[in-house]
Protein backbone atom coordinates (compact mmCIF):
# COMPACT_ATOMS: atom_id res chain seq x y z
CA UNK A 1 0.00 0.00 0.00
CA UNK A 2 1.10 3.10 -0.74
CA UNK A 3 -0.42 6.58 0.65
CA UNK A 4 -0.60 9.75 -1.08
CA UNK A 5 -1.51 13.13 0.34
CA UNK A 6 -1.86 16.26 -1.49
CA UNK A 7 -1.39 19.98 -0.78
CA UNK A 8 -0.84 23.62 -2.30
CA UNK A 9 -3.82 24.04 -3.99
CA UNK A 10 -5.29 27.08 -3.46
CA UNK A 11 -6.81 30.06 -5.57
CA UNK A 12 -4.54 32.59 -7.80
CA UNK A 13 -4.83 34.98 -9.94
CA UNK A 14 -4.27 34.22 -13.87
CA UNK A 15 -0.60 34.11 -15.04
CA UNK A 16 0.09 33.41 -11.30
CA UNK A 17 1.88 30.44 -9.62
CA UNK A 18 1.77 27.61 -7.17
CA UNK A 19 3.48 24.39 -6.76
CA UNK A 20 1.58 21.67 -5.39
CA UNK A 21 3.41 18.78 -3.06
CA UNK A 22 2.57 15.16 -2.99
CA UNK A 23 3.97 13.36 0.08
CA UNK A 24 4.34 9.54 -0.69
CA UNK A 25 4.13 6.94 2.72
CA UNK A 26 3.93 3.24 3.24
CA UNK A 27 5.60 0.58 0.42
CA UNK A 28 6.85 3.59 -1.69
CA UNK A 29 10.42 1.86 -2.58
CA UNK A 30 7.56 -0.40 -4.91
CA UNK A 31 6.86 2.81 -7.11
CA UNK A 32 8.19 3.00 -10.56
CA UNK A 33 6.32 6.24 -11.64
CA UNK A 34 4.28 9.35 -10.45
CA UNK A 35 1.90 11.52 -12.02
CA UNK A 36 -0.09 14.50 -11.45
CA UNK A 37 -3.80 14.46 -12.91
CA UNK A 38 -6.31 16.84 -13.14
CA UNK A 39 -10.01 16.54 -13.19
CA UNK A 40 -13.01 18.93 -13.62
CA UNK A 41 -16.59 18.11 -12.83
CA UNK A 42 -18.00 16.31 -15.99
CA UNK A 43 -14.60 15.53 -17.96
CA UNK A 44 -12.71 12.41 -17.71
CA UNK A 45 -8.71 12.64 -15.90
CA UNK A 46 -6.30 14.54 -17.97
CA UNK A 47 -2.45 14.34 -17.17
CA UNK A 48 -0.77 16.63 -16.67
CA UNK A 49 2.85 15.71 -15.99
CA UNK A 50 4.14 12.23 -14.86
CA UNK A 51 8.07 11.57 -13.70
CA UNK A 52 10.09 8.34 -13.31
CA UNK A 53 10.62 7.17 -9.98
CA UNK A 54 14.33 6.01 -10.52
CA UNK A 55 16.02 8.10 -13.76
CA UNK A 56 14.97 11.27 -15.24
CA UNK A 57 12.29 10.37 -17.42
CA UNK A 58 9.65 13.27 -17.42
CA UNK A 59 6.75 13.84 -19.55
CA UNK A 60 3.71 16.68 -19.60
CA UNK A 61 0.42 17.43 -20.68
CA UNK A 62 0.00 19.42 -24.34
CA UNK A 63 -1.65 22.04 -22.85
CA UNK A 64 1.45 22.92 -19.40
CA UNK A 65 4.16 22.11 -21.70
CA UNK A 66 6.54 25.13 -21.23
CA UNK A 67 4.84 26.25 -18.02
CA UNK A 68 4.35 23.24 -15.49
CA UNK A 69 7.49 21.48 -13.88
CA UNK A 70 7.18 18.23 -11.98
CA UNK A 71 10.16 17.19 -10.01
CA UNK A 72 11.00 14.67 -6.91
CA UNK A 73 12.83 14.30 -4.05
CA UNK A 74 13.45 10.74 -3.26
CA UNK A 75 14.92 11.49 0.45
CA UNK A 76 11.55 13.14 1.26
CA UNK A 77 9.26 10.72 -0.83
CA UNK A 78 7.77 13.94 -2.23
CA UNK A 79 6.94 14.92 -6.32
CA UNK A 80 6.45 18.78 -6.98
CA UNK A 81 5.00 20.12 -9.48
CA UNK A 82 5.25 23.79 -10.33
CA UNK A 83 2.88 25.37 -11.97
CA UNK A 84 3.48 29.10 -13.67
CA UNK A 85 2.01 31.30 -16.14
CA UNK A 86 -1.32 29.96 -15.02
CA UNK A 87 -4.42 30.13 -16.32
CA UNK A 88 -7.95 30.25 -16.01
CA UNK A 89 -8.29 26.76 -17.85
CA UNK A 90 -6.12 25.02 -15.23
CA UNK A 91 -8.90 25.25 -12.68
CA UNK A 92 -9.09 21.82 -11.47
CA UNK A 93 -9.07 19.04 -8.97
CA UNK A 94 -5.36 18.07 -8.92
CA UNK A 95 -4.79 14.41 -8.18
CA UNK A 96 -1.29 13.06 -7.26
CA UNK A 97 -0.87 9.21 -8.27
CA UNK A 98 1.30 6.24 -8.18
CA UNK A 99 2.25 3.60 -10.42
CA UNK A 100 3.75 0.32 -8.73
CA UNK A 101 2.69 -2.30 -10.86
CA UNK A 102 4.26 -0.95 -14.31
CA UNK A 103 8.04 -0.35 -14.71
CA UNK A 104 7.67 2.31 -17.53
CA UNK A 105 6.07 5.65 -16.89
CA UNK A 106 1.86 5.45 -18.27
CA UNK A 107 0.60 8.54 -19.48
CA UNK A 108 -3.04 6.95 -18.91
CA UNK A 109 -4.86 7.56 -15.50
CA UNK A 110 -6.10 3.94 -15.39
CA UNK A 111 -2.64 2.82 -15.37
CA UNK A 112 -2.15 4.41 -12.04
CA UNK A 113 -2.88 2.11 -8.87
CA UNK A 114 -2.84 4.78 -5.97
CA UNK A 115 -4.33 7.92 -5.18
CA UNK A 116 -4.18 10.97 -3.41
CA UNK A 117 -7.52 12.80 -2.14
CA UNK A 118 -7.46 15.66 -4.29
CA UNK A 119 -6.59 19.59 -4.20
CA UNK A 120 -8.34 22.13 -5.92
CA UNK A 121 -6.17 24.93 -7.96
CA UNK A 122 -8.49 27.57 -8.78
CA UNK A 123 -7.36 30.51 -11.17
CA UNK A 124 -9.35 33.63 -11.49
CA UNK A 125 -9.31 35.84 -14.61
Known amino acids: QVQLVESGGGLVQAGGSLRLSCAAS????????MGWFRQVSGKERELVAA????????YYGDSVKGRFTISKDKAKNTVYLQMNSLKPEDTANYFC??????????????????WGQGTQVTVSS
Open 97 to 114: AANTARPYVPLRSNAYDY
Open 26 to 33: GRTFSTYS
Open 51 to 58: IAWSGNNT
